[in-house]
């Protein structure tokens, strides 16, 4: 399965203030998807950053809040706009295992922001 | 839209013991995925199910595809202390997305 590394691991941010998330995947890949996980809770999945395309936002989230960026096939970033309190949560990238586990997906460690 | 089941919240057991856990759902999935997650770290995929009826095994995990598609078991035999995390459960209909379960604390005494 794919390797993912993001960028930061863990950050402490000013409210109002914007944050950009980086993710690399060691292979290149179609689609990778951007999670939000709330203290304590479960996965929730942002968007799908497709290549050469606008992502694909899931209910409740929108571009102004958390553009995303996918410059190439093994590139993503994520950005929190305008962070309040309520944005403190692990942000984790994804990318599918392709072929007959398309639909099984790699997590990487996670971006762990703290907004003040 | 579709929700995932997922129990019990946490679990606090003794080392060796066994350990059982599950989702259900009121939508018929068509893939079954079982993560664990340990902290500061993202979910590691530990067993995929694809059928249902399908018994998967994985080292002392065992997991289930239940028969009628909308539920599946997670067992863990004779834990660790390298059991301890947070376990998921996450289900896919057809090309939807996946749909990730609340989730089941492990705390483990030794």
């Known amino acids: 399965s794919a390797v993912i590394s993001q960028k930061p691991s863990r950050d402490i941010c000013q409210r109002g203030t914007s944050l950009t998330i980086q993710c690399q995947v060691d292979?290149?890949?179609?689609?990778m998807f951007w999670y939000r996980q709330q203290p304590g809770q479960s996965l929730t999945l942002i968007a799908t950053?497709?290549?050469?395309?606008?992502?694909?936002?899931e209910s409740g989230f929108v571009i102004d809040k958390f553009p995303i960026s996918r410059p190439n096939l093994t590139f993503s970033t994520l950005t929190v706009s305008n962070m309040s309190p309520e944005d403190s949560s692990i942000y984790l990238c994804?990318?599918?295992?392709?072929?007959?586990?398309?639909?099984?997906?790699?997590f990487g460690a996670g971006s762990r922001l703290t907004v003040l | 839209g579709q929700q995932l089941n997922q129990s019990p919240q946490s679990m606090f057991i003794q080392e060796g013991e066994d350990v059982s856990m599950n989702c259900t759902s009121s939508?018929?999935?068509?893939?079954w995925l079982w993560y664990k997650q340990d902290p500061g770290e993202g979910p590691v995929l530990l067993i995929a199910?694809?059928?249902?009826?399908e018994l998967t095994s994985n080292g002392r995990l065992t997991a289930q595809f239940g028969i009628t598609r909308k539920d599946s078991f997670l067992n863990i035999s004779a834990s660790i202390p390298s059991d301890v995390g947070i376990y998921f459960c996450?289900?896919?209909?057809?090309?939807?997305?996946?749909?990730f379960g609340q989730g089941t604390r492990l705390t483990i005494n030794p």
């Open positions: 994804s990318v599918g295992q392709g072929g007959a586990g398309a639909n099984v997906l790699t």
């Open positions: 292979s290149q890949v179609t689609m």
């Open positions: 950053a497709n290549q050469g395309s606008e992502a694909t936002y």
């Open positions: 939508s018929i999935f068509n893939t």
């Open positions: 199910l694809y059928k249902a009826g």
């Open positions: 996450a289900g896919q209909q057809g090309a939807q997305k996946l749909v």
